[in-house]
């Protein structure tokens, strides 16, 4: 079945930087656009970062631009989030996402939280 693994969330003072990594199984990972959302709380999701299936292309919302980095390793079926200059505001649950076609598939999500 499809499984994600999400890692490097943590708490990191404002101006520092994050790595998240997102491991993916039981899809074939290169077919699929890949994204980043984030919630937090009270919040609505929001689409952060989203790469095509190949890494040709990236998007980016407004708010990172900039200062997210998204890629995507296809041998290692991993997607990755690089997080520079972080602000409070960046503070949420951030998940991963495939996406082809209709169909879609969430990970579980890590907590990033940005604090002095």
């Known amino acids: 079945q499809v499984q994600f693994v999400e890692s490097g969330g943590g708490l990191v003072q404002p101006g520092g930087s994050l790595r998240l990594s997102c491991a993916a199984s039981g899809f074939i990972f290169s077919s699929y656009a890949m994204s980043w959302y984030r919630q937090a709380p009270g919040k609505e999701r929001e689409l952060v970062a989203t790469?095509?299936?190949?890494?040709?292309?990236?998007n980016y919302a407004d708010s990172v631009k900039g200062r997210f980095t998204i890629s995507r390793d296809n041998a290692k079926n991993t997607v990755y989030l690089q997080m520079n200059t972080l602000k409070p505001e960046d503070t949420a649950l951030y998940y991963c996402?495939?996406?082809?076609?209709?169909?879609?598939?969430w990970g579980q999500g890590t907590q990033v939280t940005v604090s002095s």
């Open positions: 996402n495939a996406a082809r076609s209709s169909f879609r598939y």
């Open positions: 790469i095509t299936y190949s890494g040709g292309s990236t």
